[in-house]
Nanobody, 125 residues
Framework: QVQLVESGGGLVQTGGSLRLSCAASGGSFSTYAMAWFRQAPEKERLFVASISRIGSTYYADSVRGRFTISRDNANNTLYLQMHGLKPEDTAAYYC???????????????????WGQGTQVTISS
């Protein structure tokens, strides 16, 4: 089992930037597929971005061009750089890890086994 701890959330104005981090421990980070999801109050958890064990990335349409997912395998850390933030980006952001290969779509929660506790991102208008 992998332990995941997110950090970097906060309150920023519309158009601002944030970088989220997710520190992983307890597993072989470099072999995992990793992803970010987000959940607004009373809404379902939604896919944001993913990165494969070989560095291939995939983004939700709503964040493509504004967000960048990356990973540092030497330091077991996942990142989400966010620019051009909008009020609709307000949510709790969760990182997730799963096996490097699994026959499930990479943008679905069932693709991943372990989740962090979340970090809150709030965008003021």
């Amino acid at each position: 089992q992998v332990q995941l701890v997110e950090s970097g959330g906060g309150l920023v104005q519309t158009g601002g930037s944030l970088r989220l981090s997710c520190a992983a421990s307890g597993g072989s980070f470099s072999t995992y597929a990793m992803a970010w999801f987000r959940q607004a109050p009373e809404k379902e958890r939604l896919f944001v971005a993913s990165i494969s064990r070989i560095g291939s990335t995939y983004y939700a349409d709503s964040v493509r061009g504004r967000f960048t997912i990356s990973r540092d395998n030497a330091n077991n850390t996942l990142y989400l750089q966010m620019h051009g933030l909008k009020p609709e980006d307000t949510a709790a952001y969760y990182c997730a890890s799963g096996p490097g290969t699994r026959p499930r779509p990479i943008n679905t929660a069932s693709r991943y086994d372990d989740w962090g506790q979340g970090t809150q991102v709030t965008i003021s208008s």
